[in-house]
């Protein structure tokens, strides 16, 4: 690295011409007007952005700022609404904090979020990067914003060669040293959009990259490299079952979810354990086998048996209700369960 408030002015020349255009984002030249970014947005965003990429979130976005244009309308949405609109998104811990969080700055701050980091941050379900971001962003405080992007992007400008994670606390520090005081929201967006579209994973475009001349990695011709990460654990695998019961009137037989845990809150099949919340079939019935969900988790594989079956209206549970079809949609479901529908619903419409 060689002169670092050259490099702050590179990085934002660059993005002054090249800034993405996102539903949640003012762009620099209307920031440049005047125009302040509305706390709320930046800070949904960033919520929904969390190990999801740009292009998922944009219509969910969308969707739930149509819905709860502000942060009151947010707080007072139904539970089991939210938890609903966020299906497919995953990571569902996100959607609960989501609301414990609109919840509080509407009763302790009086439906204004904190204009600090250390404010934010002592918002529930708000972590470091978070706080940073809605700091730096929605009010422009120099906070040093760090995410995957922009530890890449880090990693290559000073050729720092220790594995991922163990370097992230020193990523961490030399993004502070290139975090300013002058447009820090800004800045912080335009490392994040230069990890995304030139400083990529593979193949990075060092060719059209603004800050080249002063990147060590380029130098030592290590860029593609970089950053280097430590091997991963293989993942253990679990199995699993659940059982879809689906009624002549096109009621499934669904349980919610305990809040904490897997799925959280969200509607879904009764399962048998592999997850720590289920237990023994919901009710006697005809099962047959509709076929094998697999699906990745962040800790684990699963490999989750779906069995299938039409029972009679008189049919009474051990476990969850019946939930017609103008209460719970397939799309309502978490991804998961959805693939588990899909298949259950296969295997009955073939009888």
Known sequence: MRDATATQARLLAWYDTHARVMPWRVGPADRAAGV?????????????LQQTTVAAVRGYFRRFTDL??????????????????WAGLGYYARARNLLACARAVVADHGGRFPQTEAGLRALPGVGPYTAAAVAAIA?????????????????????????????????????????????????????????????????????????????AARDMGLAADLPRKAPRAA????????????????????????????????????????????????????????????????????????????????AEPRR??????????????????RKAHDLALGELSSR
């Open 139 to 215: 009010f422009d405080e120099p906070a040093v914003v760090v995410d995957g992007n922009v530890e890449r992007v880090m990693a290559r400008l000073f050729a720092v060669e220790t594995p991922l994670p163990a370097a992230r606390a020193d990523l961490r520090r030399l993004a502070g040293t290139l975090t300013p005081r002058h447009r820090p929201g800004d800045h912080a967006q335009a490392v994040m959009d230069l990890g995304a579209t030139i400083c990529t994973p593979r193949k990075p475009v060092c060719a059209l990259c603004p800050v080249s001349a002063d990147c």
């Open 36 to 48: 302040r970014p509305d706390p709320y947005r930046v800070w949904l965003s960033e919520v929904m």
């Open 320 to 337: 969850g209700r019946f939930r017609p079809p103008d209460e719970v949609r397939p799309d309502d479901l978490p991804t998961l369960m």
């Open 235 to 314: 993942r253990p695998e679990r199995q699993g079952t659940v059982w879809a019961a689906l009624r002549a009137d096109g009621a499934w037989l669904l349980e919610t979810r305990p809040a904490r845990g897997l799925l959280g809150g969200m509607p879904g099949f009764p399962g048998d354990g592999w997850d720590g919340a289920g237990g023994p079939e919901p009710l006697p019935a005809p099962w047959a086998e509709a076929g094998e969900v697999r699906h990745i988790f962040t800790h684990f594989h699963l490999r989750l048996r779906v069995l299938a079956a039409r029972v009679e209206p008189t």
């Open 68 to 85: 709860w244009p502000t942060v009151a309308d947010l707080a007072a949405a139904p539970d089991a609404q939210l938890m609903a609109e």
